[in-house]
């Protein structure tokens, strides 16, 4: 059986399988009672938000030539 025939094959048994489901199709009944929920709300704060700490500086490198302590 070559790998095009094999392909085929399965997938004439992969779409004869379905979902699963089996009986007749159908459309559920409409509901007439509607049940809508407001979004949560979000929690408000009251303190103010720090801004974001900068990095240190980095520290400046002595000239070339220089002796270090």
Known sequence: M????AAVLLAA???????GLKGPLYLPEKSKEVVVRPAPAEPKTTEPVPPAAEPP???EAPPPGSSRG
Do not use: E, K, N
Not at 2 to 5: L, Q, S
Not at 13 to 19: M, N
């Open 2 to 5: 070559t790998r095009r025939t």
């Open 13 to 19: 048994v992969a779409s004869l399988a379905g979902c």
């Open 57 to 59: 500086a980095a520290p």
